[in-house]
């Protein structure tokens, strides 16, 4: 170690200049008005820094206090018993919801007067009052449910108050559906303040206790909202009342009163209620540019709100639908249209920003995902619409094309990696908030995020055109299932919200890609057509250029060499043809009829492109060509006609009822087989059928119901090689249109036990069919291609068919009186189903005869004779009578003539 340096004693000092210290910093106060000029914030913060406290005021009361969240965010602390507001961002906004708190609980105005409804073109006044109930009921469901979740995560649903409180949102979300009148609407009104001043006085008196900190708000927030929506309904019911005034003053006439929209049975109103906006936007949150103080207006002048801008406009994405302002409505702050119909309205709420919801009342009342501008609320909801109506939206999908880097096939795998990666993350985040706690639905999740792993996975993979196709049917499929499921799941109304908009737009997108996918193979056959036919052009120019080589003047002499087989020119399939010995048509009859070959099993090993074979296409559905670098076509859809009910899509065998065995487990068996020869490096056949276990056991159960299925009379049994092709109106497309013409009459079906029957066995098949080839994985072509398996499906579609038709049948009796076109259209199925399972007709095959025995055969034909009792009679050896006299017989067959020459007629009998 060494020795510290010791200072010298005579060292000069520093002449350092003098430094004044920094002035202490100081604390500012910025106040700033609310929309509402009676409420005022003041953030409190240091010089040059954010601020870091704030107080509320209405007029010159603190009602609140600001304060940062841990999170980052703000929350509002109302004076007196310290109840909360969630965190949300920004310090104005906690100001909002402090003063909406505020004003439910001392009934103090808060907002702008709430406006009357005007009608328009397409909706009138009491339609705007129903959907303006069915909003606001739906969305503080949703944060009500929300918010108990939070608050009760282990019986969220175990309140009898809060169950009250669902009970009567829920009849106001019919208020649309129902057609619900004044008097309706108001009772409800009435009844949902009362449960929720019921669930306000069940919950902790302590303001710090979690049920109080979660629940507190949205319950007041709903409370707001009720109170405004009482004096829209009040402001219309006067409006309407002035319009007929004005009607009666100027017919001189008394109109008839008023019926859908009478005034409702009066009752105290709450004292000092509060006239503020309505509750889809019950006021415009503070933005940035309140940060100057705005004019207080004169105290007989209205306050108008600031409401968020919405200029007048069409949709980038498709120039059919335009965004318009709302008009004269303090419930929307923008309407949504398509061809002059209003299909949306964007709202604005206090912390989410815009929504678009749907306007039509046909379909489910969903809403979108927070946006941060009108009009990317307006493209969402645009999406929703086009999702459940069917109606387009955004330009047509065209084909891929071939770029400098890639092909059309690598370029539709990237579209599907990148929409794979896209929803899987947008789904993910609306699931953890959907379900924040661990009763997430699992495995509805992990079976939609393997199948997004799945497609994201095609760039690695390099499916084919047919398997990216039915991938994507399949994710299409899982979303729509889960849509299907939060709409039957009473408790999980909550996760509408969060769930609906993000399944339905990556069902916006799977379409659009799959419509593109088909564009791309409709180019390739296209080209390929074009190609084969320049071709086939130049062939035929070959083929006449050889012809005229083979011409008399161009025939080479004696001594001419013989030309060696590498120059030996092929006869064209035509001089083939003419040039086969008659005695084909011998040979051909005495040999056998082949086999039908349309449903053999697909080769395990795709043959290279020079050998590939030329495959007819099955029945069911045309042949389509795969993407250009597909190395072999293969199209697992031909072994299934449709996902709705994948039956088999040629024509059932007729099966030896003796071999074809009731039970599926009994008979899998062939499956088993199947697995085991063209998937041998997975895993054993046995664990195939242990993952399948669920699925084939439901579908059992599904085909045995409450009896067992028998076969239908109809069912033969033996071989008919040379069985017809189904014909119009059987098969497995028969079957599907019968059932898609009696889900038109589902209203009148849902009721009877067969018709939830049908659906469970519908249902049942269509997950057996999915978990094969989830299973199955990228060997399912190879398995469906093999005998056994078909087989075992064609059993499996056949026991189908025969539950279906039984269960159509009992339904169709059970309503034929009451129901004619149900019962009919219940009729039509039980044909079809029933039809599927027998074998068509088959048609008489003309047999091939030698052309020697021709003339005998037609000889013999035309010479047979018809035999009666009075003929027999007067042949009889023992009594023989003169024949009656006869006129106008024909002659005799001409090979029976003594003389064939002679073309005179036979003589006539009685002559």
């Known amino acids: 170690m060494t020795a510290p340096a010791e200072t010298s004693a005579d060292a000069p000092a520093l002449d350092l200049p003098d430094v004044e210290d920094p002035p202490e910093p100081e604390r500012y106060s910025d106040a700033t008005p609310l929309t509402d000029p009676d409420y005022t914030i003041r953030l409190h913060g240091w010089d040059g820094q954010p601020a870091d406290a704030g107080d509320l005021y209405y007029r010159e009361t603190h009602i609140a206090a600001l304060q940062p969240s841990a999170g980052g965010g703000w929350f509002a602390r109302l004076s007196g018993e310290g109840d909360v507001t969630p965190p949300v961002p920004r310090p104005e906004e906690a100001a909002h919801q402090a003063a909406i708190y505020h004003s439910a609980l001392t009934s103090t105005p808060y907002g702008a007067p709430v406006p009357a409804p005007q009608p328009d073109p397409t909706t009138s006044r009491p339609e705007k009052v129903r959907i303006a109930v069915r909003n606001a009921a739906g969305m503080h469901h949703d944060r009500i449910a929300a918010a108990a979740a939070q608050a009760r995560p282990d019986s969220p649903t175990e309140h009898p108050q809060l169950q009250h409180l669902y009970n009567v949102l829920g009849s106001m979300q019919n208020a649309v559906a129902d057609g619900a009148g004044a008097n309706q609407m108001g009772a409800d009104l009435t009844a949902a303040l009362h449960a929720a001043a019921a669930l306000r006085a069940s919950l902790s008196t302590e303001a710090s206790e979690r049920d109080r900190q979660h629940l507190g708000f949205p319950v007041g927030y709903l409370t707001y909202d009720l109170h ?31 019926t859908s929209a009478p005034r409702p049975e009066p009752e105290p109103a709450p004292t000092q209620a509060p006239a503020s906006e309505p509750p889809a936007e019950p006021a415009q949150p503070a933005t940035a540019e309140q940060d100057m103080p705005a004019p207080t207006p004169e105290p007989d002048e209205p306050t108008t709100p600031t409401l968020p801008a919405a200029e007048p406009l069409t949709l980038p994405h498709d120039p059919s639908y335009a965004l318009l302002p709302a008009e004269n409505s303090g419930f929307v702050i923008a309407e949504v249209f398509s061809h002059d119909r209003l299909i949306a309205e964007v709202i604005h709420t206090e912390t989410d920003g815009y929504h678009g919801n749907l306007a039509d009342i046909a379909l489910p009342p969903y809403d979108t995902s927070s946006s941060f501008t009108p009009e990317e609320a307006a493209h969402k909801a645009a999406i929703m619409h086009s999702v459940m109506s069917g109606q387009p939206y955004g330009p047509a999908p065209t084909a891929a094309q071939d770029t400098a880097t890639a092909s059309r096939a690598e370029v539709i795998r990237e579209e599907m990696r990148t929409l794979a990666v896209t929803h899987k993350e947008a789904i993910a985040w609306a699931a953890w908030r959907a379900w924040p706690a661990e009763d997430s639905p699992q495995l509805i999740l992990e079976r939609l995020n393997e199948q997004l792993h799945l497609v994201g996975t095609a760039v690695d993979r390099a499916p084919t055109a047919y398997q990216m196709e039915d991938q994507l049917l399949d994710l299409d499929w899982l979303a729509q299932d889960w849509l299907d499921r939060i709409e039957e799941d009473a408790d999980a109304l909550h996760a509408r919200r969060s769930m609906g908009f993000p399944l339905i737009a990556l069902k916006y997108d799977v379409h659009r890609l799959n419509e593109r996918l088909r564009a791309t193979m409709d180019a390739v056959n296209e080209q390929r057509a074009a190609a084969e036919q320049q071709e086939s052009a130049e062939q035929n120019a070959v083929h006449q250029q050889e012809s005229d080589n083979l011409s008399p003047a161009a025939t080479p002499s004696q001594n001419t060499p013989a030309p060696d087989d590498s120059t030996t020119i092929a006869p064209t399939p035509a001089l083939q043809h003419a040039e086969t010995p008659a005695t084909t048509a011998d040979e051909s009859y005495e040999a056998e009829p082949p086999e039908p070959a349309q449903h053999e099993a697909a080769p395990v090993a795709p043959p290279t492109t020079s050998e ?42 007729n099966l030896n009822t003796e071999e074809a065995e009731d039970a599926l487990l009994g008979n899998i068996g062939a499956l088993q087989a199947a697995w085991e020869s063209v998937a041998t490096d997975r895993d054993s056949a046995h664990d195939l059928v242990s993952a399948l276990d669920s699925e084939l056991r439901a579908l059992q159960r599904a085909l045995d119901g409450d009896e067992t299925a028998h076969a239908t009379a109809g069912t033969t049994t033996g071989v008919h090689p040379n069985r017809a092709e189904p014909t119009v109106g059987r098969g497995p497309a028969a079957v599907a249109t019968a059932l898609a013409e009696a889900d038109q009459h589902q209203h009148a079906l849902h009721d009877f036990p067969e018709w939830r029957d049908i659906q469970t066995v519908r249902g049942a098949t269509r997950n057996l069919w999915q978990a094969i080839k989830r299973e199955a994985g990228e060997h399912f072509h190879n398995l469906m291609g093999d005998r056994r398996a078909q087989n075992w499906w064609k059993k499996t579609s056949t026991r189908v068919c025969e539950r279906i038709a039984t269960l159509a049948l009992r339904a ?23 039809d599927y399972q027998r074998p068509a007709p088959t048609p008489p095959t003309p047999t091939p005869v ?47 003539r003594r003389n064939l020459a002679d073309t005179k007629p036979a003589p006539r009998r009685g002559c």
């Open 812 to 834: 169709a009796d059970r309503i034929r009186g009451a129901q004619p076109e149900p019962a009919a259209a219940m009729d039509r199925l039980h044909q079809a189903a029933q």
């Open 228 to 258: 405004r929506l009482r004096t829209y309904l009040d402001a219309a019911i006067d409006a309407t009342r002035a319009e007929q005034a004005t009607a009666s003053r100027t017919e001189h006439t008394t109109p008839a009163p008023d």
């Open 850 to 896: 030698r052309p020697n025995l021709r003339k005998l055969g037609e000889g013999l034909a035309a010479a047979e004779v018809k035999v009666n009792a009075a003929r027999a009679r007067s042949r009889s050896t023992t009594t023989r009578k003169p024949p009656a006299p006869r006129t106008g017989t024909a002659g005799q067959p001409a090979h029976l």
């Open 612 to 653: 590939r074979p030329t495959t007819d296409a099955p029945p069911s559905e045309p042949a389509a060509p795969p993407l250009m670098d597909d190395p072999y076509p293969d199209d697992p859809d031909s072994w299934a006609f449709s996902d709705d009910l994948p039956l088999w899509s040629g024509a059932p065998e």
